[in-house]
Nanobody
Framework: QVQLIESGGGLVQAGASLRLSCTTS????????MGWFRQASGKEREFVAA????????STAEAVKGRFTISRGNAENAVFLQMNSLQPADTAVYYC?????????????????????WGQGTQVTVSL
């Protein structure tokens, strides 16, 4: 079982930045393709960003493109989501997800069903 631990959420004003982190317990993050998803109150969970196990390939949702960046920190055994120019519409619980890679280290995954492992989520609230 892979345990994912998110951190870095909080309450900020519009225009501010936050960096979310996702680490694993007892596992090496570089063995997993990783993704970030979010769920706003009353809405379905949606894709935010994904990164391949190798770190060479990434994908970002149109709603956050140019503002959010996903990256890996293998020395920290973590995946990060840098969020800039935050808007109230970004308010949501942000979830980290992981998928063990087998033979395709350069593939990323944007579908929720692709990921068997999920964190508990971290709340991000953006006020005007």
């Amino acid at each position: 079982q892979v345990q994912l631990i998110e951190s870095g959420g909080g309450l900020v004003q519009a225009g501010a930045s936050l960096r979310l982190s996702c680490t694993t317990s007892g596992r090496t993050v570089s063995n997993y393709a990783m993704g970030w998803f979010r769920q706003a109150s009353g809405k379905e969970r949606e894709f935010v960003a994904a990164i391949s196990a190798s770190g060479s390939s990434t994908s970002t949702a149109e709603a956050v493109k140019g503002r959010f960046t996903i990256s890996r920190g293998n020395a920290e055994n973590a995946v990060f989501l840098q969020m800039n120019s935050l808007q109230p519409a970004d308010t949501a619980v942000y979830y980290c997800a992981a998928k063990r890679w087998w033979g395709k280290a350069d593939s990323y995954y944007s579908g929720q069903n692709d990921y068997p492992y999920w964190g508990q989520g971290t709340q991000v609230t953006v006020s005007l």
